[in-house]
């Protein structure tokens, strides 16, 4: 199975009004990827009710929208992002509880609404998560999160992801096209078509596979890491400015790439193995995130759900220039 997926959509949620607007954006978004009316019902209450809270306690921020590609069929995933001063978890879990006033139904029966539903918030601000699958889709979640956005709202953007399954094994590519805009796309994706024939390739042969389909475009920077659930190994291979780490509760340890530009020149990229990886985070960021983060910054983080996790780093550290892609995988042999 393979994943590749679109820009993250994103509503501001300043006024009372955008609050509709963003249930209505909700539950379109569903109808057209499979949902039921029933179902669709469910993600413009959830829609509603996330958007509502960020007013509540926040007075502005955002929801994000995406579309999760599924073994068969489509989920919905949305993330409401604040940044104000965080709030009392507890409390908001607790149905009738609301943080403004207003009669409101809680986290608590919200969460109940959703397949996948996580929580981080401190005195930075708030990020919740919500997943929701159609009542037939029995598939597990897949622990994964992504976000991806493109220089002032672009259509196009340059940044690439992919992430590859089979059965416990994981591969997981970025490419960050040069530049950004419709050529940054265009090298992005002609690297992202060779990689995903042969995403568990040997790293040597399959960067030379990239490299030969990015020849003619602008080129860009490049990296995949290939995680062997049974072996409880991972192997890395990168070239140029794209940033990956090795996450765990204790400490964090960043893969090294080489210097280059795949699609023009490059030295043979030489891949880095890595063993006993099994309950790691894996994370992987183009140069539009800064690198200067550090998870143990936000107490409890790393406990979280990857899609939460992507959407703090984003927030925070987010250079604003560039096109930016933040995917954070966990590594689980359960994984397939």
Avoid at 11 to 37: P, T, V, Y
Avoid at 148 to 172: E, K, M, R, T, Y
Avoid at 292 to 308: C, E, F, I, K, S
Wanted: glycine letters at 12%; one cysteine or more; a negative charge.
């Amino acid at each position: 199975m393979t994943i590749s997926g679109s820009l993250t959509q994103v509503l501001l949620i300043e006024e009372n009004s955008q609050i509709g607007h963003a249930r209505r954006i909700a539950q379109k978004l569903a109808e057209r990827h499979g949902f039921d009316e029933r179902d669709a019902g469910r993600v413009a209450l959830v829609a509603t009710e996330l958007a509502s809270n960020v007013l509540k306690h926040a007075g502005r921020g955002e929801l994000h929208l995406r579309v999760l590609l599924r073994g068969t069929g489509f989920g919905i995933e949305m993330l409401a992002v604040d940044r104000a001063n965080g709030f009392d978890l507890d409390n908001c879990l607790t149905d009738g509880f609301s943080t403004g006033g207003t009669q409101g139904i809680g986290l608590g029966a919200i969460s109940r609404q959703t397949e996948v539903f996580d929580v981080y918030s401190d005195t930075r601000g708030a990020v919740l998560l919500a997943r929701l699958y159609s009542r037939n889709d029995s598939q597990p979640d897949m622990r994964f999160g992504v976000s991806q956005h493109s220089l002032h709202n672009d259509p196009a953007c340059g940044d690439v992801w992919h992430l590859a399954f089979n059965g416990a094994d994981i591969s997981a590519l970025i490419i960050d096209g040069l530049g950004h805009g419709e050529d940054a796309e265009r090298a992005a994706r002609a690297g992202e078509k060779a990689f995903a024939l042969t995403p568990f390739a040997s790293p040597a042969s399959l960067m030379e596979d990239l490299h030969r389909e990015m020849i003619g475009t602008r080129g860009g920077a490049v990296a995949f890491a290939q995680f062997q659930g049974e072996r409880d190994s991972l192997t890395f291979a990168g070239v140029g400015n794209i940033g990956a780490s090795l996450v765990t509760v204790e400490k964090a340890h960043g893969l090294a790439s080489h210097p280059g530009i795949v699609g023009g020149q490059y030295r043979k990229a030489q891949p880095f193995d890595y063993a006993h990886v099994n309950g790691h985070l894996l994370i992987m960021y183009s140069d539009g995130l800064q690198s200067r983060w550090n998870l143990q910054d936000y107490p409890g983080l790393v406990h979280r759900h990857p899609a939460v996790i992507a959407a703090v780093l984003h927030r925070d550290f987010s250079r604003g220039r560039d096109d930016v892609t933040v995917l954070v995988v966990a590594l689980e042999a359960t994984h397939g």
